[in-house]
């Protein structure tokens, strides 16, 4: 377990060594605030932004920041990985794996039916699928942050060197 902190702690830390990293992070991070609020706005007919403001309860302020901080950290991890590495291999998994988790963290600031139906429309989910997201989305949540601490981790072993198929 100390281990897995401390490889965490390594790629969490190292690129934020580096100024541009963190205005990177910071920049990603507003980003993605601003796309998970952004996307029920636009994918429901009628729906504001100040109506939108005013659905949201402190809960779901509070996981749109974790989901956005957690998907800004990686994508900068993943910048950082590319640009010291003259030869990439090995980061292809932890991309691809990272891209799943970006789009499961936007499914899944979803809270409302006629925030996520539209969304799921797009990819062609029913609406079965949708009510079943609804009923366990804390459980959907808590899956995508685990996804996206994985692919965080996965990233921090490959600047720390552990692994070189991750």
């Not at 956005?68 to 010291?84: D, E, G, H, K, P």
């Not at 291999?89 to 988790?101: D, E, K």
């Not at 006629?114 to 429309?121: E, G, V, W």
Request: aromatic share 16%.
């Amino acid at each position: 377990m100390r281990q897995f902190l401390n490889i965490l702690w390594f790629g969490i830390r190292e690129p934020f060594k580096n100024k541009n990293y963190t205005f990177l992070f910071l920049s990603l991070l507003f980003i993605f605030f601003a796309l998970f609020v952004l996307i029920p706005v636009r994918t429901v007919s009628g729906n504001t932004l100040a109506t939108q403001l005013d659905i949201f309860t402190g809960r779901d302020y509070t996981v749109l920041i974790l989901l956005s901080s957690l998907s800004a950290l990686f994508i900068t991890m993943q910048v950082y990985v590319m640009r010291q590495k003259r030869k990439v291999s090995g980061v292809g998994t932890a991309t691809v794996g990272g891209l799943g988790a970006l789009f499961a963290g936007i499914a899944g600031t979803a809270f409302c039916a006629s925030c996520l139906a539209p969304l799921f429309a797009i990819f062609g989910i029913g609406f079965g699928g949708t009510l079943f997201v609804l009923e366990y989305r804390w459980y959907f949540v808590v899956a995508i942050i685990l996804f996206m601490l994985i692919a965080i981790y996965l990233t921090a072993r490959k600047m720390r060197r552990v692994c070189n198929s991750c």
